[in-house]
């Protein structure tokens, strides 16, 4: 346990926190830059994962266009755009992007369109418009499977933005790379173990604002746990 | 292009070493992966909380998992068996719910006919809801594959040999044919390994085909992970 004694060390140590290169700025980084990936690729992928989900058409090449994506090694997708872009904040940026808008897209579709069509049709019937039974029915329903794409794109790209420092990205990562190149594990350690920590940090807010949205209707009773937990898996969506 | 054909018995070769290195994870996932899945289902109380591990270690960054991962267990930091056992635990980490899920599939009556015929829990494992649970378990080992492959490029970083030393390589002197060949060489692999999976699953169990039902994409499928 001595390496994580000198890891946490190093990490609780108050002058590494600070200044322009210190953990505090590198932290902040990471956070808004992550952040900001999500916002781009949630404006992209958002209006057509709902198009797709309310439509049901197009489902089949969106599942094929994000698993293809998925499939591509994110390092080499990095490295690529950075040679064509050269060593500035943009490329790891548009990587990123690229990176999170599977997981946005499947989230919206999944949710919109796992809304059940008993539902959909019964607010036509009621006289909705197709905007509003987007709007006020299918968006409150597929919240919970919408913000769990979401919450996978968060997890995605604070892992690509820690590979991103590889290529001049900034954050936490950069920490990782000077670390390994001078040999330096206790700093390498305690960056990674707060990378871990910010993650997990992350993923357990979203599930909470997962829980939080599903529409009070729809919430069962307690003991039916397993009903409860169904509006937020694109499983029982697509079941 | 002239780039990948004087160096195509560089690309052979990591090519091996990328496949020596991705192998034997989607093998180990999937032999932790089917008992554990099979405990989730087999116990229900186990089920939340099995599946909330996997969850969590779903969510932890693979860089600073390979880097955290010697001071934890002791494996050397530039090793394949660090490389191995990362991706071994994400794998894991995607499968077990799928083969919960798939065992749970497995139609009750069918059991309680196995039961009744006399089968012990051990012949009834092996005879019916293993074979059973197959097409989903299929389903999920595709998913572990295509991602492991894929993830397995990221060692270059940390100095394992593998695919993505194209990319490490290819970016530090400046050769977009070199990164582009190890992206293309990547997918390839994983295609092709899919394709062995899915032609073992025909061989094994030429009654079924995938489950129309529970085939979801890639995404979908981590989507379930942090969903949950």
């Known amino acids: 346990m001595n390496v994580f004694a000198e890891a946490f060390a190093w990490l609780f140590d108050p002058a590494n926190w600070e200044g322009p290169d210190g953990i505090g700025a590198r932290l902040a980084f990471h956070v808004v830059f992550s952040l900001a990936v999500v916002a781009g690729a949630t404006i992209v992928a958002l209006p057509i994962g709902v198009l797709i989900g309310h439509t049901g058409r197009g489902r089949e090449p969106a599942v094929v266009v994000s698993g293809a994506l998925r499939a591509l090694p994110t390092l080499g997708l990095l490295t690529i755009l950075a040679l064509a872009m050269g060593l500035s904040v943009l490329a790891p940026y548009l990587a990123l992007v690229v990176l999170a808008i599977p997981s946005v897209l499947a989230g919206a579709y999944a949710g919109v369109g796992g809304v059940s069509r008993t539902t959909v049709d019964a607010a036509r019937a009621m006289g909705m418009t197709e905007g509003q039974i987007v709007l006020r029915v299918e968006a409150p329903l597929g919240l919970p499977t919408v913000i769990g794409g979401i919450r996978s794109a968060v997890l995605q790209v604070v892992a690509t933005a820690t590979l991103a420092a590889y290529i001049g990205g900034g954050g936490l990562g950069t920490y990782l790379f000077s670390g390994l190149k001078t040999g330096n594990y206790p700093m390498v350690l305690g960056v990674s173990m707060l990378i871990i920590a910010l993650a997990l940090v992350l993923d357990g807010a979203f599930a909470l604002t997962q829980r939080l949205v599903v529409p009070e209707g729809v919430r069962v009773r307690r003991g039916t746990a397993r009903l409860r937990s169904r509006p937020s898996r694109p499983r029982a969506a697509m079941g | ?228």
């Open chain 2, 1 to 228: 292009m002239n780039w990948v054909w004087s160096n195509l018995d560089r690309i052979g070769e990591l090519v091996v070493v990328h496949l020596a290195l991705s192998v034997p994870p989607v093998i180990l996932a999937f032999v932790i992966s089917v008992p554990i899945g099979w405990a989730a289902w087999r116990f229900r109380w186990s089920r939340g909380l099995l599946l909330s591990v996997c969850g969590i270690l779903y969510a932890i960054p693979s860089l600073p998992l390979l880097l955290t991962l010697p001071g934890l267990v002791g494996v050397p930091l530039r090793s394949p068996a660090n490389m191995i056992l990362a991706l071994a635990l994400y794998g894991v980490a995607l499968m077990v719910r799928t083969a919960a899920d798939a065992f749970g599939d497995v139609d009750g009556d069918v059991r309680l006919a196995s039961t009744a015929m006399g089968f012990s829990a051990w012949r009834r494992f092996t005879g019916v809801e293993l074979p059973l649970a197959g097409p989903g378990l299929l389903a999920g080992l595709r998913v572990v594959i295509v991602s492991t492959v894929s993830l397995a490029t990221i060692s270059a970083v940390i100095g394992v040999q593998s695919l993505g030393s194209l990319f490490t390589d290819g970016f530090q002197r400046n050769i977009p044919a070199e990164i582009w060949s190890g992206v293309i060489a990547t997918m390839l692999i994983a295609v092709a390994l899919d394709a062995l999976a899915v032609l073992g699953g025909r061989l094994l169990m030429p009654w079924a085909r995938a489950p129309r039902r529970r085939r979801r994409g890639i995404v979908e499928q981590e989507l379930a992970e942090v969903g949950a």
